[in-house]
């Protein structure tokens, strides 16, 4: 039996907002979850640090020292509501087994290499693409604030306001969202364009614990909804069959697209400190986005047009690839059309549409190569990508092609826009 102490990678279920980007971000696939916790497997983890960065709430950066023989297994994980206590030292000494005979003794060159020849033939977790996304922000951002309102914070969370409920795509048969405004009256809540809020929804899950809180994108700039007051707003959709046309119901998207004027909704957040946008005047902004992934694109476009109301941002230039199946399902389409061409550069892209052939935005992408290369060249450039997570592969392929196209080669560039951060990516 292994006598080696390890420090276990552990996620907090209590902080944890299962936003789902250490799953994603996990190079070796060690980490998985269910439909109440996200969990490492000790087994697999090789504590290559890289889902720590970019976890908005800080429930990734967890350790505990174990014996190995000892760890804690998924299955234990699955059902923890709180973090077990770190082990005292006498403790860790009395769970640490006995050394065999085999330990104790001299071991032989050949049979160092028979283990490491038997180990080499287990098959090794499969490695994850590169990771293209920054989990820095850009140098120009705005200091944000995080965690002012959580399960480790003074205050547990607070309590919102519903002011807007507002519904913006035509009703389906199998989805529909909201556009929801949210008052914090006298409570502090400072955001920026980028970040994102917990909604706790009321009651009890089917075991009779406390629903955990749902992570939504902001959807308003950094001065609020209604500039200068305390609100900021979301873009929430509720999906009201499955894939299989079975009727589904979600815990959080349906309570807050059934809410009423005057409801009060429990928060905590705000979130993310990366996802940021730049504020220097001459930043390029190139927007890639699907459904309710739209929420931090409309944000930094409202921002944009309130500055340059204030003659500012004169030069910096906004470029927008929205996706949707089909025109009925693009929220805030209306809204869009009202947007000045000299203002932004929007590039829509429909897969569903009838009689017409399939589009996603990395087709619309392709479609402007020459204009997204020269950008994109351009150091006052960034990138953001949100929606699903189907939607990544997709838009790194096109962008490596539009930048190999030019003669560059795209693992040197993209990672040099990471370093930069200069590309972001929150896919879910």
Not at 213 to 225: C, D, L, T, V
Not at 226 to 236: D, K, M, V
Not at 291 to 298: E, K, L, Q, V, Y
Not at 380 to 402: F, R
Request: glycine share 6%; with cysteine; hydrophobic share 35%.
């Amino acid at each position: 039996m292994s006598t080696e102490i390890i420090d276990q990678h552990l996620i907090d279920p209590e902080i944890c907002i299962r936003c789902n980007t250490c799953e994603a971000t996990c190079p070796v696939g060690a980490i998985t979850h269910d439909s109440r916790n996200y969990v490492v497997d000790a087994e697999i983890c090789n504590l290559c640090m890289a889902c720590v960065p970019p976890c908005p709430t800080g429930s990734i950066d967890n350790w505990r020292k174990i014996p190995k023989s000892r760890a804690y297994s998924i299955e234990e994980q699955l059902i923890w509501d709180i973090l077990p206590e770190a082990l005292a030292a006498d403790a860790l000494a009395e769970m640490k087994p006995a050394e065999s005979s085999l330990s104790n003794s001299s071991v032989s060159m050949e049979q160092k290499e028979s283990s490491v020849a038997q180990s080499s033939n287990t098959p090794l977790p499969m490695a994850k693409p590169v990771n293209f996304g920054s989990t820095i922000p850009p140098w120009s951002a705005a200091h944000p604030y995080v965690n002012l309102y959580g399960p480790k914070s003074a205050v547990k969370s607070v309590k919102a306001t519903i002011v807007g409920n507002f519904r913006v795509t035509e009703v389906g048969s199998n989805y529909d969202t909201h556009h929801i405004v949210l008052d914090f009256h006298d409570t502090p809540f400072p955001v920026l364009e980028g970040q994102s809020i917990g909604i706790i929804p009321p009651g009890t899950d089917d075991q009779g614990k406390a629903h955990h809180a749902r992570q939504y994108s902001i959807a308003s700039p950094r001065n609020g909804e209604r500039p200068e007051y305390n609100n900021l707003s979301l873009t929430i959709k509720r999906v009201l069959e499955d894939h299989a046309g079975n009727p589904v119901k979600g815990v959080a998207s349906n309570f807050m697209c059934d809410s009423q004027i005057g409801d009060q909704v429990e928060v905590i957040g705000p979130f993310g400190s990366s996802f940021l946008m730049p504020n220097h005047p001459e930043s390029n902004i190139i927007m890639i986005c699907t459904g309710t992934g739209s929420a931090p694109m409309r944000a930094m476009t409202e921002w944009r047009r309130r500055l340059r109301q204030t003659g500012k941002f004169k030069n910096g230039q906004l470029m927008l690839f929205f996706g949707a199946r089909t025109q009925a399902e693009l929220p805030y389409f209306g809204p869009l059309q009202n947007l000045p061409t000299d203002f932004i550069d929007i590039n829509l892209a429909f897969s569903r549409t009838p009689n017409e052939p399939k589009k996603y935005v990395q087709d619309a992408m392709l479609e402007r190569a020459q204009d997204l290369v020269t950008l994109l060249k351009n150091p006052n450039t960034y990138v953001y990508v949100c929606g699903l997570k189907a939607m990544e592969d997709g838009v790194i392929k096109a962008l490596e092609e539009i930048i190999q196209k030019d003669g560059l080669n795209w693992n040197e560039f993209g990672n040099q826009l990471k370093l930069e951060g200069r590309l972001h990516l929150e896919t879910y």
